[in-house]
């Protein structure tokens, strides 16, 4: 037996990057998979998003494994189409049991400026709670929530000295923050249900987001058009370990030990896969 056979898992953001690599691990592992992804780009993101043959191509390896998938074209910034796909997952699949909430988009430099701030925020923090608040109605006992985060929720920021010089990139840090903090209260609320709830903290992962030029310029502001042997030396400096990024598979080994029931009682939890990022920025807190 897989350490989530017979569960279905509901995952956003699945047609590449990690939501991708976290619908083959878990399928890896025994489970059917629910899979959403939008599919097409925003005018405020510098750099491009998954098509239809990618979330297609998350179907294939699905498949391959001999599990099945319910795949839907949907925004997570709007809930109605997430309660839709959702409830044809189910009426599929039989049931569902983990969440993954993972779409995410990073707008650093958007234009128009304030149009890139709520881009991101309603992806990162409003899509998180749209996809949870779907999938809640159909969440039983040993049910399990998680949502990506990012090392950058977790780091120490100084004095702004220029506010609203870049409403996209800021909406990244804030919007990864908000979510940890509406994942902590929600597993409050659902721990008597036994159902879990827990945000998973990437560093760097070595995805389409990370190879972009937007990100390549946030690593090497000194140079107008970095490409990524001009950044990738400085992607060290987010972590204590000396590597520029993680895999995805590496996120998504996490992912499974929270969806399986070898977390029954882990809840409420901030797990941070930063290779040791975190100790750059913090002490000891008991």
Known sequence: MGRVDGKVAFITGAARGQGRSHAV?????????????LCRDYETVG???ARPDDLKETVRLVEELGRRIVAVQADVRE????????????????????????AGVAGMKGQPPLKAWSDVVDTNLVGT????????????????????????AL??????????KDPGGHAYMYAKKALSQYIHELARNVAPLRIRA?????TNCNTDMLHSEPMYQSFRPDLEHPTRA??????????????????????????????????????????????????KWHDYKA
């Open 155 to 164: 780091m120490v920021v100084g004095t702004i000295d220029d506010p609203g």
């Open 47 to 49: 750099y491009p998003l």
């Open 230 to 279: 001009d950044a990738e030396p400085a992607f060290g400096v987010q972590q204590a370990m000396p590597i520029p990024y993680v895999e995805p598979k590496d996120i998504s080994d996490m992912v499974l030990f929270l969806a399986s029931d070898e977390s029954r009682y882990v809840t409420g939890m901030q797990m941070r896969v930063d290779a040791g990022g975190y100790l």
């Open 198 to 202: 827990n945000v998973v903290h990437p």
């Open 25 to 37: 691990r878990l399928a890896e592992e025994g489970a059917d998979i629910i899979a959403v992804d």
């Open 79 to 102: 809930a109605a189409q997430l309660r839709d796909a959702v409830e044809r997952g189910v009426a599929e699949l039989g049931r569902l049991d983990i969440v993954v909430a993972q």
């Open 129 to 152: 709670i749209n996809a949870v608040q779907a999938a809640l109605p159909h969440l039983p006992e040993g049910g399990s929530i998680i949502a990506t985060g990012s090392t950058a």
